[in-house]
């Protein structure tokens, strides 16, 4: 089996490498395990088994993990969960066969120095014999069920427990019945029985959220996302901004992203409208955005007329439709197509708070619109967890880092810097040093030009920050623009006047652009700074003479 490196290299290691190919084919919806259905077996009691994958409903195809069972209602049967690489992460399955009392749980409790008592062999005895159960300390890959050990046993009867310690001690417990929950404290002797807690808690805290209503392919946000400008063109040919905040009118926002050649969207165009009409009497801006090329714009409209649309109309930028791509990916981790239809709610500050993708419930949206409004973070935690049970401690948020970090992965380099650009002004922290990643970022992928013209717009508001001046002259010097690269260097050596890579490089960018007596007396301060370098910018120099004599013959033979 191949282990995990204990060093790499991030840019050049084969196994990252490789890891980051899978991960990409993985967000394509690709199987990791080639679509591989789930088997389950039933015992039927004479040593042979039955499949019932199927009517079992544990036939799942997606890359399964683990499958946990444990008594997840507390009513006595052992119901299913299972964790897979995909979505959905997590599968809840319950049991509802009710064995009505034919069943034990378990649990240990060891001394303070090991509470878990991993290692203990739990002996139970009945009228069909004796079951052994081992406590372990891991049940599955990245997974464990928990401290209780559920055994199946005859209803109504008093059972044998005995347990042998991790040290070897063995002792009997009285007392333990089948039908219920016990606990093992070492050195009791008596098992003592645990009531499970109330499915409902008897005096709920003051604005707990009640259970949400559910709509198919609807997240709710944990913290509200801010998104980079979304901008389309409007019914007149106009460009304009789908999102960002609303300063004269400071209400939500509904994007109804859709399409002509959409059967969905057009059959849910006639009812979303109705209930536009309404959003917009209460204050909520509502747009339509067409996701269809430019040639198909007239037929969007048509459509929105035919229906009796009351909001505003956009045709989507083909970068805008990518971003938007980009943040459903984001909140599903895979890199799906955009789905239509789709609806985007945003806040008056243009961030996003909900997101409904397919035929939307429109009771739900109309709910969901409250999100728009500051709202207790402890209530959009729980709408937006797996079920609506309280958190124990804080949600990890989404945030707009996650966003930039998939928007910079699908090359929409300039949606990532907007966002980043975005965050720091909403934070009242914009520094455009934040650009020197983007800039190296843009040169490395080959995007030159853009690169520079970034570092330009930096050093017009940072002139004298010496790391852009330094990705300045040296994009400049790779690029032979040795105008810009004697300037540059220049401005270094103002900084730093007896920096030798500094005199290095401008020496050498004069010599290019020319500049014969400032290059002689540059290399003279060069030389007294570090004669060596001085010695590194001959070398140089010859290998450019030599290189320029092999790309012009002529030349190199007068």
């Known amino acids: 089996m191949s282990q995990t490196p204990r060093t790499v290299d991030p840019q050049a290691d084969p196994y990252l490498l490789g890891w980051a190919a899978v991960s990409r084919h993985l967000r394509r919806g690709l199987s990791w395990s080639g679509h591989e259905r789930d088997t389950a077996y039933l015992g039927v009691g004479d040593g042979s088994f039955v499949d019932v994958s199927w009517v079992s409903g544990l036939a799942a195809e997606d890359d399964g993990r683990s499958i946990l069972p444990l008594d997840l209602d507390h009513d006595g049967d052992l119901d299913l969960l299972r964790t897979g690489r995909g979505a959905p992460r997590l599968r809840i399955l319950e049991n509802r066969r009710n064995p009505a009392g034919a069943f034990i749980a378990l649990r240990l409790l060891g001394p303070a120095s090991q509470r878990d008592a991993v290692g203990a062999r739990m002996l139970v005895t009945s009228t069909l014999g004796t079951q052994v159960r081992t ?50 404290a070492r050195g009791g002797g008596v098992a003592r029985r645990w009531t499970p807690p109330s499915q409902r808690p008897e005096d709920p805290e003051e604005g707990f959220p009640e259970a949400p209503l559910r709509s198919e392919g609807r997240v709710i946000l944990s913290s509200p996302l801010l998104l980079p400008a979304l901008r389309g063109v409007d019914g007149t040919g106009q460009r304009t901004t789908l999102s960002g905040p609303r ?26 409208s109705k209930e536009a009409g309404n ?70 500050r243009g ?40 958190w124990l401690r804080p949600a990890e948020e989404l945030g707009s880092a996650a966003l930039r970090e998939v928007l910079q992965r699908r090359g929409l380099f300039p949606a990532a810097e907007a966002l980043e650009r975005r965050e720091l002004a909403d934070r009242k922290q914009w520094d455009p040093r934040v650009l020197l990643p983007v800039i190296r970022s843009r040169w490395q992928t080959g995007q030159r030009q853009q690169a520079r013209s970034l570092c330009a717009r930096l050093l017009a508001e940072l002139p004298l920050d010496e790391e852009a001046l330094r990705l300045s002259a040296s994009m400049a010097t790779v690029d032979g623009d040795w105008e810009q690269a004697v300037t540059s260097w220049r401005a270094l050596e103002r900084l730093r006047p007896r920096a030798a890579d500094v005199l290095l490089g401008l020496t050498f960018a004069l010599v290019q652009a020319g500049e014969q007596g400032a290059a002689g007396a540059a290399r003279q301060r060069l030389v007294a700074v570090s004669p060596e370098a001085a010695e590194q910018l ?8 030599r290189k320029g004599a092999a790309e012009d013959p002529e030349e190199g033979g007068q």
């Open 351 to 390: 961030r996003l708070v909900a997101l409904h993708r397919g035929a939307p419930d429109l009771e739900q949206v109309r709910a969901d619109l409250g999100f728009t409004n500051d709202v207790e973070p402890s209530v959009r935690r729980s709408l937006a967890s797996l079920s609506t049970g309280r």
């Open 279 to 348: 959003w917009l009497r209460e204050g909520v801006r509502v747009l339509a955005v067409h996701a269809d090329p430019a040639s198909e714009g007239l037929r969007g409209q048509g459509l929105l007329l035919k229906s009796g649309w009351p909001g505003g109309y956009l045709r989507a930028d083909p970068e805008t439709l990518r971003v938007l791509e980009a943040v459903e990916g984001t909140l599903s981790d895979s890199d799906a197509p955009l789905v239509l239809p789709s609806l985007f709610i945003l806040d008056p």
């Open 135 to 184: 406590r372990r300390a891991g049940d599955g890959f990245l997974s464990q069920v928990g401290p209780w050990e559920h055994l199946g046993v005859p209803a109504g009867e008093s059972l044998g427990v005995t347990v042998i310690w991790p040290d070897g001690e063995r002792e009997e417990f009285l007392g333990a019945t089948s039908g219920g929950w016990f606990t093992l």
């Open 247 to 272: 300063e004269d009118e400071p209400g939500p926002t509904v994007l109804a992203l859709f399409s002509a050649d959409c059967a969905t969207c057009v059959a849910e165009l006639p009812e979303l």
């Open 538 to 545: 001959d070398r140089m120099l010859r290998a450019y003479e």
